[in-house]
């Protein structure tokens, strides 16, 4: 991270090795837990992983991944913690179709 970013109160931090402070994610490897905070590239590791800047709303909402037309409600600090609180779509969908074929096999 260009130091001119770094906010004065954790500039000492690089010697303390905090890893979840000003971290860029990477194209290749696995994608950090998003959190609420995930707007605030000096809460976690949400650094975009070419530009000097925290991922988008939308590009967090993709990571989770939420379709590309859903529809978020609120303020962007509503919709932070939308995708930051949600099971992952495609997660649930799975686990549903388990519980699913579970019922149904106790049904039978």
């Known amino acids: 991270m260009p130091e001119h970013l770094v906010l004065e109160c954790h500039k000492n931090l690089k010697d303390k090795k905090y890893p979840d402070c000003y971290g860029r994610m990477a194209w290749d490897s696995e994608t950090p837990t998003l959190t609420t905070g995930r707007t605030d590239f000096t809460r976690g590791r949400y650094i ?11 590009e967090a909402a993709c990571i989770q991944p939420f379709p590309d037309d859903y529809l978020f409600a609120g303020n962007a600090s509503e919709i932070a913690t939308q995708i930051g609180n949600a099971v992952p779509p495609l997660m649930m969908q799975s686990l549903a179709e388990q519980i699913k074929s579970a019922i149904q096999d106790v049904a039978s």
């Open 48 to 58: 975009h992983p070419e530009e000097d800047r925290a991922i988008t709303l939308r």
